[in-house]
């Protein structure tokens, strides 16, 4: 490899990563007054593969659809967790409400959203949890 390619890989590399998601566990339930119940859902999908640009402070999820492709879901905006050594990627736009963790140490993730239906009057101080955890793979 010559100096001038492993410049742009290692380039690439600062701006651009990809990685791709399998899912482990789905639950999803609800929390009333600490009662606690959780099920097995198909909220979260199987696969999906995380994108992220701009040095790790954008990322791109894009979800399996029943035809095995790829289709782009939603946009995250990230923040490196030194501390754990993990990006902490949070929804742009109101359309999505789950926030996404990836450890970059073991490549696990964890996708979680809560629901708070009470607030809208729908629901008996009912919330709603759904959580998903997994591995990834770095696929660049």
């Avoid at 791109?60 to 939603?74: D, H, N, Q």
């Avoid at 949890?129 to 660049?140: E, L, N, P, Q, R």
Wanted: aromatic share 14%; charged share 30%; hydrophobic share 30%.
């Amino acid at each position: 490899m010559s100096l001038a390619t492993s410049s742009i890989s290692a380039n690439k590399d600062m701006h651009e990563k990809k990685y791709e998601c399998l899912t482990e566990t789905r639950v999803s339930g609800l929390f009333q007054f600490e009662r606690k119940f959780l099920k097995e859902t198909e909220f979260f999908p199987d696969k999906t593969t995380l994108n992220f640009s701009e040095n790790y402070t954008l990322m791109t999820e894009m979800e399996s659809t029943k035809e095995k492709k790829f289709e782009a879901k939603y946009q995250f905006n990230c923040e490196n967790e030194e501390k754990f050594n993990s990006i902490i990627c949070k929804p742009i736009d109101d359309n999505n409400t789950y926030n996404i963790i990836l450890s970059l140490d073991s490549l696990r993730y964890r996708k979680t959203l809560i629901t708070h239906y009470w607030l809208d009057g729908r629901g008996n101080e009912v919330d709603y949890v759904h959580i998903a955890h997994g591995y990834c793979y770095d696929i660049d």
